[in-house]
Structure formats: C-alpha cells, structure tokens
C-alpha cells in the first residue's frame, strides 16, 4: 500500500514536471516571436514635413527632404502605405498630410489632376490676387474660410466720392495659396495669389468684382458659418462713423431789462421873484 502511494507520487510530480516545462516551452516561443515581429521593420513613406494639400509631389521634392523613406514596426504599418518614394512621384496630395505622417493612398489622386481633386461637384476654382499688405492674405492657409469684400463706384455715379464697399461672397473655401513675384511702380512686390472655391454664379460676382474694383479677404473663424447680411459702407458712412460728437450747448438768457420805476416824479415848485421892474421864474 505504501510502495503504490509512493508511486503514484512520483508519477505526479513527474507528469507536472513534464506539463509545468511544456507550459514554460510555449510561452517562451510566443515570446521569442512577439520580440521577432516588434524588431521586424519595413520602410514606408512618411512626410518630414507638413505637406500642404494640392501639392504636387515631384522628384525635386523628395531631392529637398520633404518626403522620405522611414522604418516603421511591420506589425503597425497602416493599410494603404508605401514602401518606396518612386511610388508617389507625380501624384497630389489631396489633404493635408502632417511632419512624420505616413502617406497613405486614401491621401494621393493620380497625375496632373491638382486642385480639381479638391473641387466639390458643382463648384469652380477661381484665383484672386491679393496684396500681401493689404487684408490677412499673409495668413491664409488652405482650407481656412475667407468673405469677399469688393470696393467699387455703384452704377449711376461717376465720381469717385461715391464708392461703395460691401461683402459680396461669404463663407468661401480656400484651396490653395500661391506666391509669385511682380514688378510694380518700378520695384518688386511680392503678391499671393489665393483660390477660392467657388459656385459658377459667385466665379462672374468674382471675376466682375475684381474687374471693376478693389477686393480683400477677411478671415473667418474657425466653425463661424453665420451669413451676415450687410448694406454695405461709403465715404459718408466712414465719415460719420469717425466724426467726434459735441455737446449741446445750453441757450442763453437775453439779459433782463432794468426795472421800471413805478414811483411818480417828484412835484417842483415856481416862485415868482420881482427885483424891481424885472420879473424872475425860479423852480425848486
């Protein structure tokens, strides 16, 4: 009876022994594979830095660093990445693609279509010329919502005087913003060149309002998609506006008339004076 428990203890303990090292085995492989997947890497293309959308993306780029090939944990690389930078070449990036994101084709459209990836159905593209000085053209960046303002001689008045300006577009998409450099009054001025989307009835509002007079963006903020309904502003609105306000003066009284004397003059008295022949008249 003792020899039996004896061995059935030790085939107990030999048999855990046996389980508790296949257990130990296994986990140790599952381990050595995970460390094997995380140290596995695969290059993928990333942006080095902040790729603006509707840019085209050449090999002068990618010359200038601003798309590389990185390596990145082959168990996280994103569906829809790429392996080499000959692989982007020529395509436009259609969204905003951030400094060390990969580049994803969901991000790319093929060759040559540029801005007209980034078109909603209906609508146009329409470039607008803008001094840098003048209004926020230095500060905006595709995507950002802008309002059209256009200054202008109303019909039915040729003077000058009589210009109008007033918020003739609202709420408009930037696409994108491109800058050039021009000859003006004989020295070189830097100008942007900003385009709008636009629907084909605002691209002729546009196009005349640039034609006939002066126009500015104003920048909108961010979410801020209230139209505001305006009557427009002239010369004689600014003047009112900055015209200083000036008291009331307080009317004056006419000075008040002397009094008048109710009180009747005093009687005088006439004495009659004879010094011999000659006759005097005295009043006191």
Sequence with gaps: MV???????????FFGLIAAYGVYSFLRQQREATEALKS????VVVAAKEIPAGTNVTEKIIKEGLVKETSWPKASVPPGSFYSTNQVVGKTVKTKVVAGEPILESKLVGEGVGLASRLAAGYRAVAVKVDEVIGVSGFIA???RVDVIATLTPPGRGSQDEKLSKIVLQNRRVLSVAQSVEQKEGKPQVVRSITLEVTPEEAEKLS????EGHVILALRAIGDEAAKVTRGSTKRDLLALAAPSVPRRKAERPPAAPPV???APPQKY???VYRGSQKSVVEF
Excluded at 3 to 13: G, H, K
Excluded at 208 to 211: D, H, K, P, S
């Design 208 to 211: 005349l309002a640039v034609f």
């Design 3 to 13: 020899n039996r428990l004896r061995i059935a203890i030790i085939a107990a303990i």
């Design 270 to 272: 006439r004495v009659e």
């Design 142 to 144: 595709p995507d950002d």
């Design 40 to 43: 596995a890497t695969q290059n």
């Design 261 to 263: 004397s109710t009180e």
